[in-house]
């Protein structure tokens, strides 16, 4: 969902500023429908964000009603037979959480404070009160980073059981029709997963990703630190008869930054010891990784018709994708011409 105090540049205006602590206006309506039925937890965890107390336990307490809004999962095997190290059991069945909603609630606050601080050094003052000013952010983390502990760059997973199934319907019904998909941030990993839900024989026509929130390693058929392993979408591009084309910015700190400290805190051990971006950075922050005879292209030359009829090519948008405030950056800054350029000229290549 989004919060009320990011704006979407040239579409979504910001909220109107408020001076008073807690959730931006519009936001516990907002969550409201992003968690049905959970009107008392949300109201005490906007009571709990407003009055900002300093003691642990209301902090252990907003952990708590957070964790509450995100089911358990069944612990799954990948199909290389490796459990995925970023769950953990919460009791003795199957159901496990995340380990950022069960370590020390002011450690995780302040980590997020820490991170999204702007660049230079911390402020001073006592850790809990930089923890609180992490305390909306970790609820803004609270659902992706559910999805990103499910999401280690070489973990095997079914394919779409969505939106593939439902294209190759249509390829049934009508077998000329030219399917070209785009996506924006997860839409963009929705689009990348579907198809591999189609059937043998079938593909779409062109794969546009803008700003994509998912690994940068999905797409590569050996991880580098990993060689035994691929990108979990490796064999999706033999898929797309014409361009993956995968646009991205360096101004994206939602990918650039929450996107590895979601990864760290959902408990990788190796995560753990720092955002280590190379290992769990996001696409739409700096592009397709170890992806073979992948073009690198700047914005300008892609509209300039260096763009490939076939095949992978990351294409840095930065130029025009840049506006945008923190926690977020320029994630949502996607209302450019150039950008719907791309994604006719990717679907060009086939025709």
Known sequence: MRFTDEDVPDWLPLAP????????????????LAFP????????????????????????EFTGLVRTLVSPRPREADRNGAEDGAWIRDTDSEPIVPVMFTQSA?????????????????????????????????????????????EAPGRRRRPSAGLGPAMGELAARAPELRVHLAGHSFGARLVSFAPGGLPDGVRVQSLTLLQGAFSHYAFTPRLPFAPGRSGVLRDA??????????????????????????SRLSGDSESLLGLDESRWGAMGHDGMRAVPDCAAL?????????LPASGCANIDAGEVVRRGGPPSGAHSDICHAELARVVLMAGRGMR
């Open 106 to 150: 002011v450690e995780v606050c302040d980590a997020f404070a820490t991170a999204l601080e702007s660049p230079g050094p911390a402020r001073p003052g006592p850790v809990r009160r930089r923890a609180q000013a992490g305390v909306a952010r970790r609820a803004r983390v609270a659902a992706p980073g559910h999805v990103l502990g499910d």
């Open 37 to 60: 039925g959970r009107d008392a937890i949300l109201g005490r965890l906007a009571e709990l964000a407003e009055r900002q107390p300093a003691d642990r336990a209301r902090l252990e």
């Open 237 to 262: 591009p033999e898929r797309v008869a014409g361009t993956v084309a995968c646009c991205w910015s360096r101004h994206d700190t939602a990918l650039g930054t929450l996107y590895p400290l979601a």
């Open 298 to 306: 700047s914005l300008a030359d892609a509209l300039a018709g260096a």
């Open 17 to 32: 500023a408020s001076d008073r602590p807690g959730l931006p206006p519009g936001t516990r309506e907002a969550l409201a």
